[in-house]
């Protein structure tokens, strides 16, 4: 599974982007698809998942502004950013396999890695 995410850019705080991972392989309907960020300096941290069945999962500090989803017609996940903040300010990175719930936001349960896109959020 190779997987290309894009859709990262420069937005005034307030703004809203949205970061859209397509990916090939016919097993990506059944994978549970995840985004996680790392900021500079800082260690990379799970943003949202979404599993096989359709289950999403949000951190703390997107729950309400942001929203995962999926099209597996187009083997493609999305992240909707609304309200952002400069603190989403990070590389953003999508990532895919089959993880069990309680491991959903740990970045080592995932084998499939996007290359990252950037987001950048201006005060």
């Known amino acids: 599974v190779q997987l290309q995410a894009s859709g990262g850019g420069m937005v005034q705080a307030g703004g809203s982007l949205r970061l859209s991972c397509a990916a090939s392989?016919?097993?990506?309907?059944?994978?549970?698809k995840g985004w996680f960020r790392q900021a500079p300096g800082k260690e990379r941290e799970f943003v949202a998942a979404i599993g096989w069945s359709g289950g999403t999962y949000y951190s703390d500090s997107v729950k309400g502004r942001f929203t995962i989803s999926r099209d597996n017609a187009k083997s493609t996940v999305y992240l909707q950013m609304n309200s952002l903040k400069p603190e989403d300010t990070a590389v953003y990175y999508c990532?895919?396999?089959?993880?069990?719930?309680?491991?959903?936001?740990?970045?080592?349960?995932?084998?499939?890695w996007g290359q990252g896109t950037l987001v950048t959020v201006s005060s």
């Open positions: 990532a895919a396999y089959r993880v069990i719930t309680s491991e959903i936001r740990r970045s080592p349960s995932y084998k499939y």
């Open positions: 392989g016919r097993t990506f309907s059944s994978y549970t």
